[in-house]
């Protein structure tokens, strides 16, 4: 029986519907560089992001952007030219006016992110050595880029940390890297005016590295998926696999978690539900005996759960 969720139905799993997503924008200006083949010589340069709860980022990450290591929900930078060939000028506040435009892409070919803002002239965007690099922008032009959405299933109402490592690289004498900034928001929230970790307004040549603390605690989400989806589980128990009945009304990108009823994630992934999607089998043999909550929800902030037995 296909089920939709009510309040009851999500009093019986003994946690609360979380925020979905937080996600980050890093942005800068750089001195343009005629000389095509040495753009990296006026550059920004992420390293990494890494999310924790409250004093975890560091040594406890629960998820890791652009560094390599042993961490289950660990995105890692694919090489790749991400935006160039781009007009003189452009309205566009993306690259879709460039000669090469397209997503930036995890090693595993996940959806990562985008390059933003003015694109323009003699700007290149490029993923390399697990690294994101911002070129040659232009001193009044700021370019992103926006991470995709990361998923916060089990994180309601904790306070987060976020470890971040960047660079601001000026050579042959260009030394104006401005407007060095991270910013975030949880789901579909504005960013700050003012980006909330950092904004380096004067010349930032340099490797930089630190913690911020996000005062606000992750907020818990206030609509579940019923308007874009219906879903039932089977077998329920189960031992090695749970497979997932659904009824997609809506195209929409999302998630598929399955957390303990304390709240810890132990299996995620990133997905695109469509209207031909059915049905989605998962392998549970990896799962302790117990209790545990399927939660699915779209990168907006809306989340449906069902709870099943392991045995």
């Known amino acids: 029986m296909k089920v939709k969720f009510a309040t009851t139905l999500l009093s019986l799993c003994f946690i609360t519907l979380n925020a979905q997503t937080i996600q980050f924008q890093f942005c800068g200006k750089t001195e343009p560089v005629t000389v095509l083949a040495n753009r990296d010589h006026a550059a920004i340069k992420l390293d990494f992001?890494?999310?924790?709860?409250?004093?975890?980022?560091?040594?406890?990450?629960?998820?890791?952007l652009g560094n390599q290591e042993s961490v289950a929900?660990?995105?890692n930078f694919k090489d790749k030219t991400i935006a160039d060939n781009c007009p003189a000028s452009s309205s566009k506040t993306d690259c879709s006016s460039c000669g090469t435009c397209t997503?930036?892409?995890?090693?595993?070919?996940?959806?990562?992110?985008n390059a933003i803002g003015k694109l323009v002239g003699t700007v290149k965007v490029e993923t390399k050595s697990n690294d994101i690099y911002i070129m040659s922008t232009g001193v009044d032009n700021v370019v992103c880029y926006e991470t995709h959405k990361i998923s916060l299933a089990g994180k309601a109402n904790k306070k987060l940390d976020v470890y971040y490592k960047y660079e601001g690289i000026a050579k042959d004498n260009v030394s104006q890297v401005r407007n060095i900034s991270l910013n975030y928001r949880f789901n579909n929230d504005a960013y700050f005016t003012t980006p909330y970790f950092f904004n380096k307004n004067s010349n930032n040549v340099?490797?930089?590295?630190?913690?911020?603390?996000?005062?606000?605690?992750?907020?818990?989400a206030t609509e579940d998926l019923s308007k874009k989806l219906s879903f039932s589980i089977s077998p329920n128990p189960t031992k090695e696999k749970l497979i997932i009945h659904m009824t997609v009304f809506q195209n929409f990108n999302g998630f598929i978690n399955i957390l303990g009823t304390q709240g810890n994630v132990v299996y995620s992934e990133n997905i695109s539900f469509d209207t031909q999607l059915t049905n989605r089998e998962i392998n549970i043999n990896q799962l302790t005996t117990g209790t545990y909550i399927l939660h699915v929800s779209d990168d907006?902030?809306?989340?449906?759960?069902?709870?099943?037995?392991?045995q």
């Open 206 to 220: 340099g490797v930089f590295e630190d913690v911020g603390s996000i005062l606000a605690s992750v907020p818990v």
């Open 103 to 113: 997503n930036v892409e995890s090693t595993t070919a996940l959806n990562i992110g």
């Open 73 to 75: 929900d660990n995105n």
């Open 49 to 64: 992001i890494k999310i924790g709860v409250r004093g975890g980022s560091q040594s406890a990450p629960f998820y890791v």
């Open 300 to 310: 907006e902030g809306r989340v449906s759960v069902l709870k099943f037995q392991k």
